[in-house]
């Protein structure tokens, strides 16, 4: 059996991820990366991910089942420029970025429709880069396939068999289909999760009492504005059209609820509470997207010195890590005093076993 052979345009944190993934399921794989920053190639190397950091798009991509362009978008056309002379009639040559149209009309433009499959594994972080990198950034996490329409079938399920061996979950849409659904549920929660939380910044008093109690329901949908401006930059200027076209029936339907408000319209403010609050509680308990789960529980404690060292030494003794704890001062959406957030879902999973035998009364919701 042939050595599965992987190369990496770019050697970010969704790259590492992915190449972290590939090399934790297939351990005799091959894996090359091309990346303008000679550090993170370095320490890919030295942490035995990949096999042959190369300086340039060489020909030793010649040999490769898989190339993932991982580089910035605008990256992307020089890129496959500099590959489409070394590609083999069964590479198949992919993507990491979250809007698809401008690269699959890249890849039609050079010919490489046959081979090109699209690819967003939904899933990210606030932090960025190499170092940042961790192969369960794609356990669970849904791995969007866009085939042009004359890549074999052989293909795409070669991809798709390789998704499932790395722990995400593959699904299959055409890349209109796609655009358009990642501005709805995605993109578009972006631009108005920053525009909340400038309103706020806006609209605040003098002595800041808007930051200073901010918690609960406003932190939990304004989470995802402390992504990366310049990537958001570029996404919004990337799928434009389909935004533009949603933030429209977005602002049409802020109308409609001014108007109930100016009306006093008791029976359709309820309705349109009622619709989303019936809806929501119909959406999967899953993460995907451009930040990962947060995987945290609240707990109630008594107002005693040595609480919440004795929660943080219980939780080391049984080397559980925990990545940060706090006060939770604004409980109006929220119950628990302590809020306790871990890196993963086996640390909250074993945290919530270690404290509840302890009598800790715990909300996970």
């Keep these: 059996m042939n050595t599965l052979t992987c190369g990496f345009i770019g050697l970010g944190l969704i790259g590492g991820s992915i190449a972290k ?3 934790a399921a297939v351990p005799d794989a091959r894996l090359i990366s091309y990346d303008t920053n000679p550090a993170s190639l370095q ?94 950034l794609l356990e669970n ?22 998704v499932r061996s790395l722990g995400a979950i593959p699904l299959v849409l055409g890349y209109e289909e796609h655009d358009y659904v990642t501005a709805a549920i995605s993109h578009l929660p ?85 619709s989303a609050r019936s809806y929501r509680e119909t959406l999967a308990d899953i993460s995907s997207g451009p930040l990962k789960a947060e995987y945290v529980f609240t707990a109630d404690i008594e107002d005693k010195p040595g609480a919440i060292a004795a929660i943080a030494s219980l939780l080391a003794a049984h080397d559980v890590s925990i990545k940060n704890i706090g006060i939770n001062h604004n409980r109006e959406f929220a119950e628990g005093a302590l809020r306790i957030e871990f890196y993963d879902r086996d640390s909250i999973d074993r945290a919530i076993g270690i404290m509840s035998e302890q009598g800790y009364k715990l909300h996970t919701k």
């Design 43 to 136: 320490l890919a190397y030295d942490e035995h991910i990949i096999d042959e950091p190369r300086r340039s798009i060489d020909d030793a991509f010649a040999s490769c089942d898989y190339i993932f362009l991982c580089a910035p978008v605008s990256y992307n056309e020089a890129n496959l420029l500099a590959l489409k002379k070394y590609l083999s009639p069964r590479t198949i040559l992919t993507d990491v970025g979250s809007v698809k149209t401008g690269i699959h009309r890249q890849a039609e433009a050079l010919g490489l429709n046959d081979r090109f499959i699209g690819g967003h594994p939904m899933t990210g972080s606030e932090r960025f880069g190499y170092a940042n990198s961790n192969a369960s």
């Design 190 to 274: 972006h631009v108005i999760a920053a525009s909340l939380v400038n309103l706020v910044r806006s609209s605040d008093t003098e002595k800041g009492i808007m930051k200073m109690i901010a918690a609960g329901g406003f932190k939990d949908i304004t989470r995802i504005a402390s992504s990366s401006p310049d990537m958001w930059q570029q996404i919004c200027l990337s799928n434009t059209d389909n935004i533009v076209s949603l933030l429209k029936d977005y602002i049409r339907s802020l109308d409609d609820v001014l108007d109930s408000l100016d009306s006093r319209s008791a029976d359709t403010l309820y309705r349109f509470f009622d």
């Design 21 to 23: 993934a590939v090399r």
């Design 141 to 162: 996490a849904y791995y969007i396939l866009t085939p042009s329409e004359s890549v074999p079938q052989e293909m795409l399920e070669r991809y798709r068999s390789l």
